[in-house]
């Protein structure tokens, strides 16, 4: 009987060890891959301010369905307010003020 316990203590003993080796290799390649840095050249993008591209822009926008969530002109809005849950609110798309667009030009 004390054979069979010790064999069966040796084989646990094992298991574990395998599970925490597995564990510590499991962590450190997520780390290492999590840690990794990319360079990415940033390019200057010409953005076009001609009537056609703005007509098609306004066009794009409509059939992607972006004023459904950001409003009329894309300057944002409340999408959802209760004091329980949150507030969610959608971003100001525009270049005026208090909108991201600005950071682009």
Known sequence: MCKVLKWIG??????????LLADAAVYSIS???FNRTH???????EI????????YGK???AIRSCMA??????AGQIE?????V??????????????????YL
Do not use: W
Request: with cysteine; glycine share 16%.
């Open 39 to 45: 360079d990415v050249q940033i390019e200057a993008v």
């Open 86 to 103: 949150g507030r969610i609110a959608n971003a100001n798309l525009t270049s005026g003020e208090g909108g991201l667009g600005a950071d």
């Open 48 to 55: 076009p301010t001609d009537e056609a591209s703005i007509e």
């Open 80 to 84: 959802f307010e209760d004091p329980t």
């Open 10 to 19: 040796i084989i646990l003993g094992a298991l574990v060890g395998l599970l």
């Open 31 to 33: 780390s290492i891959r």
């Open 69 to 74: 969530c950001h409003g009329d002109g894309l």
């Open 59 to 61: 066009h794009v926008a």
